[in-house]
């Protein structure tokens, strides 16, 4: 049985940063296009970055482009998010998905080959 799991999360100054780690095991992650996501409290969903599994394109949401970078290390069946200059608008859950990429938009793939991590906690406050 596949899965992800996230860590790296927890409580930073504004302006500090922080990188988040998404480990596959059970499966190999190069197969799959991955996405980060995150969600604070009584808000929807935000897509935040992805990167191809075919020649590792990215894409950033609007509102972390310059700030985060997204990469990934296929020998460690691995995809980070490194996050800097954070705000405190950046508090949320980010989780980690294989996703299926439509244009400029990605989403959690919803097949039961797709995989989805748990979250991990990230808090923007002085």
């Known amino acids: 049985q596949g899965q992800l799991v996230e860590s790296g999360g927890g409580l930073v100054q504004p302006g500090g940063s922080l990188r988040l780690s998404c480990v596959a095991s059970g499966f190999a992650l190069h197969h799959y296009a991955i996405g980060w996501f995150r969600q604070a409290p009584g808000k929807e969903r935000e897509g935040v970055s992805c990167?191809?599994?075919?020649?590792?394109?990215?894409y950033y949401a609007d509102s972390v482009k310059g700030r985060f970078t997204i990469s990934r290390d296929n020998a460690k069946n691995a995809v980070y998010l490194y996050m800097n200059n954070l705000k405190s608008e950046d508090t949320a859950v980010y989780y980690c998905?294989?996703?299926?990429?439509?244009?400029?938009?990605?989403?959690?793939?919803?097949?039961?080959?797709?995989?989805r991590g748990q979250g991990t906690q990230v808090t923007v406050s002085s």
């Open positions: 990167i191809t599994s075919t020649d590792g394109s990215t």
């Open positions: 998905a294989t996703v299926v990429i439509s244009g400029s938009a990605f989403y959690p793939g919803e097949t039961k080959y797709d995989y």
